[in-house]
């Protein structure tokens, strides 16, 4: 018999109408849907009048439930994959399982939709044409320092997500790393009844959760804008790099060599080295 499919169904972060039409006819024609949470998603389920069975797979029995669902799609039966909400495995459980169906040579189906990091990005008004999805941090202040002072010279726009416990001292942590004027957006309960964006500074968002703390409930996509880049000290760099070149290579190789390594204007630095 032909192995089954493995169906990565994403669903709704919040409002249950922003769901695919392609989402609800795998949910409903698959032989069971591995959930993160059954008793979260059979209302989502009950919502649109879905009878397929349910199997709980999480963080904590993924190890032990992949095997068995595995046999079962290489018997023939279908599994859809769903986490509490938005795609799974975009931190949510699921990579297990996926990684086994992949070994195994089963056929392994995206079916898209919701996800909370393309919505906040698609609001935030900053730059969304490169980024880095960190998503949560540590709940420790020491180990969430740390890493925010390895992004603290990333010039992508940087996506988090926060839970209301943190949220006060994730932007505190990164004012402190980033500066207090790095530009942000905090997108909170997306597409739910008290959906929420505010943009500013860190500093800002800051003060607009010190003064309103209904601010702090809920769950949060943070955006923070990249570094901007100091073109100055790139070409500086390279022409300083072109200079020590120049003395094995020719004028527009060492420029070509220094801008490719440095990132500056190929141009910029030609112009000075071979004045």
């Known amino acids: 018999m032909a192995n089954g499919v493995l169906s990565v169904v994403a669903t709704p972060i919040g409002n249950l109408e922003d769901i695919t039409l392609r989402a609800i006819e795998t949910l409903k024609s698959a032989d069971v849907v591995a959930a993160e949470d059954t008793r979260h998603t059979r209302k989502l389920l009950e919502r649109y009048q879905i009878a397929t069975s349910l199997v709980a797979l999480h963080e904590h029995n993924e190890s032990r ?21 938005g795609t799974p495995l975009i931190s949510d459980p699921g990579f297990r399982l996926v990684q086994e169906a992949a070994s195994a040579g089963i056929r392994i189906c995206p079916i898209p939709g919701a996800s909370a990091v393309t919505a906040a990005l698609s609001v935030c008004s900053l730059p969304t044409d490169r980024f880095v999805f960190e998503g949560f941090l540590s709940a420790k202040k020491s180990s969430r320092r740390t890493r925010l002072e390895e992004l603290r010279t990333e010039s992508r726009t940087l996506v988090f997500f926060e839970s209301s416990h943190r949220i006060s001292a994730s932007l505190d942590d990164m004012g402190a790393v980033f500066g207090n004027e790095r530009q942000a957006a905090l997108c909170r309960e997306m597409t739910k009844q008290f959906e929420t964006v505010l943009r500013g500074t860190l500093n800002e968002l800051v003060q607009a959760l010190a003064e309103d703390p209904n601010q702090k409930k809920g769950e949060f996509v943070i955006v923070v804008a990249g570094k901007e880049q100091d073109h100055d000290a790139e070409i500086a760099a390279g022409i300083k790099m072109a200079d020590a070149l120049t003395e094995f290579l020719p004028a527009s190789q060492a420029a070509r060599v220094a801008a490719k390594m440095t990132g500056a204007s190929r141009r910029r630095i030609y112009e000075s080295i071979s004045q």
């Open 65 to 85: 439930q992949a095997p068995g669902l595995i046999k079962r799609m290489k018997a023939g039966e279908s599994v859809a994959l769903v986490s509490d909400a």
